[in-house]
C-alpha cells in the first residue's frame, strides 16, 4: 500500500508564489520518478513538471522559468515551487509517482490533488 500526501495549495493574488509537496509513504523500494500534473476547470489534466531518478526535470512550456521541481530523496518528497504565478494557473495539481514495490516493479500512484487559485 502507497500513499500520497499532498500539500501547500491556496489562494494568492498574480505574481505570488506557492510551494507544493507531496510525500509518499508505504512499503516502496524505489521509486523512478515523481511529478505534478494539473488539471484546470473544463480541461484535460496535463503534465505541469515532472523529476526523475536521474535528477532530469521537464517542464510544460507554459511554466519554464517560473515554476520549479525537486525532490528529497530522504523523504520520499518532491516539491514544486511555483512564482510568479498567472491566472491560467489555476486549477488542481495532482501528484504522480511511478515507484517499484514488493510485488510491483513500476506502478504509478496519484495524489488526491490540491486546489491551486490564483486571482487577478
Known amino acids: 500500500q502507497v500513499q500520497l500526501a499532498e500539500s501547500g495549495g491556496g489562494l494568492v493574488q498574480a505574481g505570488g508564489s506557492l510551494r507544493l509537496s507531496c510525500a509518499a509513504s508505504?512499503?516502496?523500494?524505489?521509486?523512478?520518478?515523481m511529478g505534478w500534473y494539473r488539471q484546470a476547470p473544463g480541461k484535460q489534466r496535463e503534465l505541469a513538471a515532472v523529476l526523475t531518478l536521474g535528477g532530469s526535470a521537464d517542464y510544460a512550456d507554459s511554466v519554464k522559468g517560473r515554476f520549479t521541481i525537486s525532490r528529497d530523496n530522504a523523504k520520499n518528497t518532491v516539491y514544486l515551487q511555483m512564482n510568479s504565478l498567472k491566472p491560467e494557473d489555476t486549477a488542481v495539481y495532482y501528484c504522480k509517482t511511478n515507484l517499484a514495490t514488493p510485488s510491483q516493479l513500476s506502478a504509478d500512484y496519484w495524489g488526491q490533488g490540491t486546489q491551486v487559485t490564483v486571482s487577478s
Open positions: 508505504g512499503r516502496i523500494i524505489s521509486i523512478n520518478y
